[in-house]
């Protein structure tokens, strides 16, 4: 294992089986959540015209929507999964409608230095310091000149101070951060709200120093599963939106694992 990101990370401890599918045997997933490919469809939009602002340039508000919309209609192309209150076109209106209110709302107001800026850093070992031979790698959204991070994210619902300490995500981008640039980040999550208005949201949060090491810690003990090949379902309220529900559902039954009962004990 010579790597491992955020989104690993987050798919092993949600699921270590579905890591396993994923990862593990490359198993294409047989559809796509609508929400994935919504979301996946605003960044390409927003990332596109956080690049024209990085390179100084002044990009027209009307292309990032239509962005949006190509994309989106070619997400349209694969195996997508609706929610029941959701079609291709009210997500694509809305979709359309979040791109232009987040333009509106930012331009002018954001110094970009970097947009999609991938990042490659060794993980210490907590224990000892040591430089392990495996690394966090992933990508920041956004980087602005007073080392500010932006991580853009599309949600249904507001995000909790709780829900903020404890997303994954932003403990690796400040490990990266501090890694990288060897000094302390802003981060704001930008939450893409999917109420029945567009909406824009801000949310400041923040990483001690100290939290480096449990997250390095977490990455080495993630590693050391995977490589021990230790991959069990983990079932939950996650379960009915799983791609690999089915594969899950016949996993031990392709594997025909022996089962032996145990010696009977008497009774004293």
């Given at each position: 294992m010579d790597?491992?990101?955020a ?6 401890l ?8 994923r990862?593990?045997?490359?198993i294409?997933a047989?559809?796509?959540p ?5 979301g ?5 939009a927003?990332a ?8 100084g340039?002044?990009p ?5 929507s239509r962005?949006?919309?190509a994309?989106?209609?070619?997400q349209a192309d694969?195996?997508l999964?609706?929610k029941k209150?959701?079609t ?6 809305f ?9 509106q ?5 954001l ?9 490659e ?7 000892t ?5 495996f ?12 080392h500010g991070i932006?991580?853009?994210k ?12 404890r ?13 990288c640039?060897?000094?302390?980040p ?6 893409l709200m ?8 801000f949310y400041e949060?923040?990483?001690?120093r100290?939290?480096d ?7 080495l003990?993630?590693?050391r599963?995977?490589?021990?090949e230790?991959?069990?379902p983990?079932?939950?309220w996650?379960c009915?939106?799983?791609e690999?529900?089915r594969?899950?559902q016949?996993h031990?039954r ?5 089962f032996?009962?145990s010696?009977?004990v008497?009774?004293?």
């Amino acid at each position: 294992m010579d790597f491992i990101s955020a989104t690993q990370i987050n798919s092993y401890l949600m699921c270590p089986l579905k890591y396993r599918f994923r990862y593990v045997d490359g198993i294409p997933a047989p559809w796509k959540p609508s929400t994935l490919a919504f979301g996946l469809s605003v960044h390409a939009a927003l990332a596109w015209w956080h690049e024209k602002l990085m390179a100084g340039e002044k990009p027209d508000p009307d292309a990032a929507s239509r962005i949006f919309l190509a994309d989106w209609e070619a997400q349209a192309d694969g195996n997508l999964r609706y929610k029941k209150s959701e079609t291709h076109e009210s997500l694509r209106e809305f979709g359309r409608s979040l791109v232009d209110l987040y333009v509106q709302k930012m331009d002018g107001k954001l110094d970009v230095w970097q947009a999609e800026q991938g990042f490659e850093t060794p993980i210490i070992d907590p224990r000892t310091g040591e430089e392990l031979d495996f690394k966090l790698k992933g990508y920041f959204d956004v980087l602005t000149k007073d080392h500010g991070i932006l991580e853009l994210k599309t949600a249904g619902r507001a995000y909790t101070p709780d829900t903020l300490e404890r997303m994954l995500q932003l403990s690796a981008y400040a490990y990266a951060y501090r890694q990288c640039m060897g000094t302390d980040p802003r981060i704001t999550v930008v939450g893409l709200m999917k109420y029945k208005n567009p909406t824009i949201q801000f949310y400041e949060a923040f990483r001690p120093r100290e939290g480096d090491l449990w997250f390095a810690g977490l990455a080495l003990d993630i590693r050391r599963g995977v490589e021990h090949e230790v991959f069990p379902p983990n079932p939950g309220w996650m379960c009915s939106d799983c791609e690999y529900g089915r594969m899950c559902q016949e996993h031990y039954r392709d594997d025909e694992p022996t089962f032996q009962a145990s010696a009977s004990v008497q009774p004293g």
